[in-house]
């Protein structure tokens, strides 16, 4: 089955900093959405993203579905973005969403 | 709040035993989805419903079985509990399935301990 990779697994920054977090896949997918999970464990819907740009806030995303690779930009990083940070895509025909390993982002103050 | 509703927050339960975990869809919503959060599998997807019939199928243990009712709520009934089981399960809600699939919605989840 198709394979997501997260990079990097685990991210530290001080608070203000910006990152970026990549989801690459090993096949061709209909669908992306990346996720915040909260340190309540609530999973929170940032972008559905099947190709191109998107913005909202301080984040945003791109995603290149011919080179199988999205990419979540985080800027002037706050203490609440703390949490992980999970990519799901969904396979070209199957109606299912395949979550990654996730990045796991802590964001010091 | 992503106007998904699961019931119970927490369960605590003993080995061997059954439990039925339930989900309401966002309104509007005919798609729902049920996903099993572990420490050693992550976020795995466990089966999908469109509209009360099954519509994919995920690594869903034979021991654990769903269903979604004329009025689009779910249930997913997990039974001769082993202590491997617990996790966090999460329902999600989509408009329709459809190509591409539209974006998921998430409950806050039902953690589940197996004592």
């Known amino acids: 089955g198709i394979q997501v990779e997260q990079s990097p697994p685990d991210l530290i920054l001080q608070e203000g900093a910006n990152s970026t977090l990549r989801c690459n896949f090993s096949?061709?997918?209909?669908?992306l959405q990346w996720f915040h999970q909260n340190p309540w464990g609530q999973l929170i819907n940032l972008f559905y993203?099947?190709?191109g740009t998107k913005q909202n806030g301080r984040l945003s995303a791109t995603t290149v579905a011919t080179e199988r690779y999205s990419l979540l930009y985080i800027s002037s990083s706050q203490t609440t973005d703390s949490g992980v940070y999970f990519c799901?895509?969904?396979?070209?025909?199957?109606?299912?969403?395949?979550f990654g390993t996730g990045t796991r982002l802590k964001v010091l103050a | 709040d992503s106007g998904v509703t699961q019931t119970p927050k927490h369960l605590i339960t003993a080995t061997g035993q059954r439990v039925t975990l339930r989900c309401s869809p966002r309104?509007?919503?005919?798609?729902v989805y049920w996903y099993q959060q572990s420490l050693d599998q992550g976020l795995q997807f466990l089966i999908q419903?469109?509209?009360?019939?099954?519509?994919a199928k995920g690594n869903i243990l034979e021991r654990f079985s769903a269903q979604q009712f004329p009025d689009l709520h779910s249930e997913l009934n997990l039974s001769s509990l082993e202590l491997g089981d617990s996790a966090l399960y999460f329902c999600?809600?989509?408009?329709?399935?459809?190509?591409?699939?539209?974006?998921?919605?998430f409950g806050n989840g039902t953690r589940l301990t197996v004592t």
């Open positions: 993203i099947p190709s």
């Open positions: 096949d061709s997918v209909n669908n």
């Open positions: 799901a895509v969904d396979p070209s025909g199957t109606y299912k969403y395949i």
């Open positions: 419903y469109y509209n009360g019939e099954e519509r």
């Open positions: 309104s509007g919503d005919l798609s």
């Open positions: 999600a809600s989509s408009v329709v399935s459809e190509d591409p699939d539209p974006p998921l919605h």
